[in-house]
């Protein structure tokens, strides 16, 4: 996170003194000008740390401390007298000032004090660190059985010990945050701050200032000033969600920002750089919406140095045992219970559901299904009545016997056999998409029909070829 220090020191000399102790490059420093009102106008600021000369104290010294240490922020006070007596110094500390320093002292000691108070300043403002007993999201996270991928994983590991911007894409709920705070997690910036903004969430008409951050004034309700996201990402990452739902005249502002890592706050005639990684993520086809003219070609292809394609739960279904136990083992505490099993049953059910939620759609079930259990043990009378459903709609093989399942008997023999030819058609050409890596001429041929036909059927079955595709860097 950047530093933000305003100074109240109207002595010139003085002011330029402090400016060269506090010159870095995590380091904004803000001057309040003027003769009157100084901590009053200082109030409407966001900052970190104040630095006061006591020539701009008003008659009630407490009442002003009062006003800044009541900032949401609760910015540290450095105070600057002219002469060294203990007994101001301790009149000035009972009012709240954090530090209290000598202007006689020489240039290498005032520097060393004000660095130490900025530096107890930065661990308050560090969010608190994962414990070992609760790691965060790790890369390990997307082991896989399925050979695309561990592709997958092999490549992001890849990406993570670099700086370069990344672009997510995949279907909603398959964990496309969980893959930023883990590549987060494995780069260069695990230190820093991990910064998480839905775009989408965002109302259109306070996303710049929630981005860029605002100063007191720059349109009505704003009282003082804010920090935005991009500032708060400082020295570490932001992830840009639903990146693809950012309007047209913010996509500008985001592009100045990637190409020059300089930010200006809503209302502020001044820019400051940031060091940050940016992460996006979509469940959009980009590279449509640029060609409709919705999604600016330079910003993608600012985004996309590194593109990573989540592939859905159901293009990997050799996954979903291991999926579904290790979060009936994560979920089994917070439901009140010290271990949990799946039945083969329940398992075989989980494993034929096409999951069109994906892994957060898998974690709700199975959490429901571990409430609904009975000492653990959950079963497929656990399950939402549509899953059993839709497994015994699809078991083809008790048809061997002649067994014909209740739910089919209840549905008219047309509709039934529309619903039977559409779930093999879509079983049939996921396999070949998978087989072939995507390939549309290929799975075409194997299909023995056109590829604008099959094109048609991917549409209608929400079959895209990138799902497919063993990760590679675009």
């Known amino acids: 996170m950047l530093i ?3 100074l109240l020191i109207p002595e010139t000399a003085m002011r330029r003194r402090i400016r060269a102790i506090l010159s870095g490059t995590d380091i904004v420093v803000d001057l309040l000008r003027g003769k009157r009102h100084f901590w009053e106008r200082a109030a409407r600021r966001s900052f970190d740390m104040l630095i006061a000369h006591e020539s701009t104290i008003s008659a009630d010294l407490a009442n002003s401390v009062d006003l800044v240490r009541e900032l949401p922020d609760r910015p540290a006070i450095v105070l600057l007298v002219d002469e060294d007596r203990a007994g101001n110094q301790a009149r000035f500390l009972a009012t709240g000032v954090n530090c209290v320093l000598y202007t006689g002292l020489d ?3 005032l520097a060393s004090a004000i660095h130490a108070e900025l530096s107890r300043r930065r661990v308050g403002l560090e969010p608190p660190s994962v414990s070992p007993a609760q790691p965060g999201p790790q890369l390990s996270d997307f082991v896989s059985q399925c050979p695309a991928m561990r592709a997958f994983v092999t490549m992001a590991g890849r990406v993570a010990r670099t700086d370069s911007s990344v672009l997510i894409q995949g279907e909603t709920g398959v964990g496309k945050e969980h893959l930023a705070r883990a590549i987060h997690t494995a780069g260069q910036r695990r230190h820093g701050p991990f910064v998480a903004v839905n775009c989408g969430g965002l109302p259109e008409s306070l996303m710049e200032a929630e981005l860029f951050g605002h100063e007191a004034g720059a349109f009505t309700g704003a009282t003082r000033g804010r920090r935005g996201y991009f500032e708060l990402a400082h020295d570490g ?3 840009l969600d639903e990146i693809g739902e950012v309007p047209p005249h913010l996509q500008v502002k985001l592009l100045r920002v990637l190409q020059e890592r300089e930010i200006r706050r809503l209302g502020s005639e001044r ?3 940031v060091d940050i990684r940016v992460i996006a993520a979509t469940n959009r086809d980009l590279v449509q919406d640029m060609q409709s003219g919705r999604f600016r070609s330079d910003l993608y292809y600012r985004l996309s140095v590194v593109t990573l394609t ?3 739960l159901r293009d990997r279904k050799a996954d979903i045992p291991a999926l579904v136990n290790r979060a009936a083992e994560r979920l089994a505490p917070r439901v009140g219970l010290h271990r949990a099993r799946i039945s083969d049953p329940a398992m075989r059910v989980l494993r034929e559901y096409d999951w069109p939620g994906n892994i957060r759609e898998l974690s709700n079930i199975v959490e429901r299904a571990l409430l609904l259990s009975e000492a653990g043990l959950v079963d497929v009378d656990c399950l939402p009545p549509g899953l059993a459903q839709s497994h015994q709609e699809a078991d083809l093989g008790d048809l061997a016997g002649g067994q014909i399942p209740e739910v089919w008997l209840a549905k008219p023999l047309p509709q039934l056999r529309q619903e039977i030819i559409e779930h093999l058609e879509r079983s049939y050409l996921s396999s070949w998409l998978d087989r072939t890596g995507g390939r ?3 799975t075409a041929r194997a299909a023995g029909i056109q590829p604008r036909t099959l094109f ?14 063993h990760p590679t860097v675009e």
């Open 4 to 6: 933000r220090v305003v």
């Open 107 to 109: 240039d290498e000691v």
């Open 237 to 239: 990452t932001i992830f």
């Open 271 to 273: 820019s400051v750089g």
């Open 310 to 312: 989540i592939p859905p």
């Open 440 to 442: 549309v001429g290929r």
């Open 456 to 469: 048609e059927k991917m549409k209608r079955y929400q079959l895209r070829k990138e799902h497919y595709r």
